[in-house]
């Protein structure tokens, strides 16, 4: 299998080649372009009732898409994000790592997708009660809106909510007033998280929240 990002980083998409008998994983609606002669079927991400908890709970879809080659020649295929913005690629050796929902785009078939509870800190930080695991062996690729940012941390660091794109599963993350209640109020930040472990977190520079915010004043 051989994945380019391309356009990178404003309107990055997926260029993919698949060999004879490989496939790859796709969240639902993904699929721009393909060959004609690919294979394509939908399934229950992870299963009826995952799938269900995912589309609900988890801000995914409820379905994923299986391509496959089955013939005897290289066949393409393109795969893009709902929202401008980059990609990147993250390759899992047998281990878990978090997303937040609608970051997932595609993995190989070797990952997993389940959930993870949140807690309600993180509903009350914006973040959502539950957040989109990947875990196995293989490569996974995620987008975001705006441009990513690869961070490595030490103990704890803030983020600004809605910003926060993928971190390890064994870190914590904590809702919390960014300055206090009047500061937090004057200042238009509101909460923020707090994200406490050590590990790579990786960072979203646009906010759709705050799109959205903007928009609505401008009407």
């Not at 260029?15 to 939908?42: K, N, R």
């Amino acid at each position: 299998m051989n994945v380019k990002i391309e356009a990178k980083p404003a309107f990055a998409y997926l260029d993919v080649e698949l060999a004879p008998g490989e496939t790859i994983i796709a969240e639902a609606d993904a699929m721009a372009t393909m060959s004609a002669e690919l294979d394509m079927t939908a399934k229950f991400s992870g299963g009826f009732f995952s799938g269900l908890l995912k589309k609900f709970l988890g801000s995914e879809s409820m379905f994923v898409n299986h391509f496959t080659n089955n013939t005897n020649a290289p066949l393409k295929l393109t795969l893009v994000q709902a929202t401008p913005g980059d990609m990147e690629c993250k390759t899992l050796n047998n281990e878990s790592y978090c997303l937040e929902g609608g970051a997932y785009v595609a993995c190989e078939p070797g990952v997993k997708l389940g959930l993870r509870w949140a807690g309600f800190g993180s509903l009350i930080g914006g973040e959502g009660l539950f957040k989109l695991v990947v875990s196995g062996t293989g490569k996974v690729y995620f987008g975001a809106y705006g441009g990513i940012v690869e961070k490595e941390i030490k103990g704890e660091y803030i983020v600004d909510s809605g910003h926060l794109v993928g971190y390890e599963k064994h870190m914590q993350l904590k809702p919390k007033l960014s300055n206090g209640i009047i500061g937090s109020i004057t200042s238009g930040e509101g909460f923020v998280t707090k994200v406490t472990g050590n590990g790579k977190i990786y960072l979203q520079t646009r906010n759709l929240s705050g799109l959205a915010s903007w928009v609505n004043r401008h009407l």
